[in-house]
């Protein structure tokens, strides 16, 4: 898969259904509150992955009363987004060659989903596709299209990120504290890729959705690695001729370190 880079808007007819879905959240007690351990990941060279944590809680009215079944929690962190090709490789004449190829416009780098119990005993499988819960419910398009859930390069788009620990789906990964309080455990790898991520958390009860937190996450390079990108992007004329400098400098300190009189 060649990589080379926000889900567009639905139709007004599924956002009609979702304000229908979510139209008695403003009349329920409960709100949200959110906050991750570390809101900015610095990544330099020794750089291995993090494991970051969302906690928060549940905010009731005074006096409104306890929910008997509990809350559910799912958390969606979405990564930074561009364009994306999978590639289908078949055997031509003895070769394994390229011979299909789709692009998926502003597909997120980065996404994980992330819940207290498997998604199907957390909301109905309607709720579920206007809410783009899960992998599975995931807005990709081609071409300015929603692509179909039984497309072949679709599934082996999100499988291959699967593979390379980009996407992912768990259903154990929130855990209730308390009824009230949660934590959230996100995973980043050691290739996250770097620029503004989203992390949306989404309270449900009963199948029903009542609130709904977004915060932000910010992945940047520090140290040498930043200084040499800034450097490319900001003076690319004095970078590249630094860069042919030296590598001038090496041949000659290698010509001369190896040389046989």
């Not at 300015?144 to 039984?150: A, F, L, S, V």
Request: glycine content about 10%; charged content about 20%.
């Amino acid at each position: 898969m060649n990589w080379r880079g926000r889900i567009g808007p639905g139709p007004a007819l599924g956002a009609l259904a979702l304000v229908i879905l979510t139209g008695a959240t403003a009349a329920r007690c409960e709100r949200l509150v959110i906050s991750l351990t570390s809101p900015r990941v610095l990544i330099s060279s020794s750089f291995t992955g993090v494991d970051l944590v969302l906690f928060g809680g549940v905010e009731r009215d005074p006096g409104s009363p306890a929910r008997r079944g509990g809350y559910d929690l799912v958390v969606t962190v979405t990564g930074p987004r561009g364009d994306m090709v999978t590639r289908r490789k078949d055997r031509v004449a003895g070769i394994w060659v390229n011979v299909e190829a789709r692009t998926f416009i502003d597909a997120p780098a980065y996404l994980a989903v992330l819940s207290n119990r498997p998604l199907p005993a957390i909301a109905g499988a309607d709720a579920r596709g206007l809410l783009h819960l899960g992998l599975a419910q995931t807005l990709l398009r081609t071409n300015g299209m929603d692509d179909p859930q039984d497309d072949a390069f679709r599934t082996a788009f999100i499988e291959l990120n699967r593979q390379h620990g980009r996407y992912r789906e768990e259903t154990d990964a929130v855990r209730f504290l308390t009824p009230d309080l949660f934590r959230a455990a996100i995973e980043l790898p050691a290739d996250a890729p770097l620029g503004v991520y989203d992390v949306d958390a989404k309270l449900f009860a009963d199948g029903a959705l009542l609130a709904r937190q977004n915060v932000p996450l910010e992945t940047t390079k520090v140290g040498f690695e930043q200084f040499v990108a800034s450097a490319a992007h900001e003076h690319g004329l004095l970078y590249g001729l630094a860069t042919a400098a030296l590598a001038l400098l090496t041949g000659w300190f290698g010509s001369v370190l190896f040389r046989r009189d």
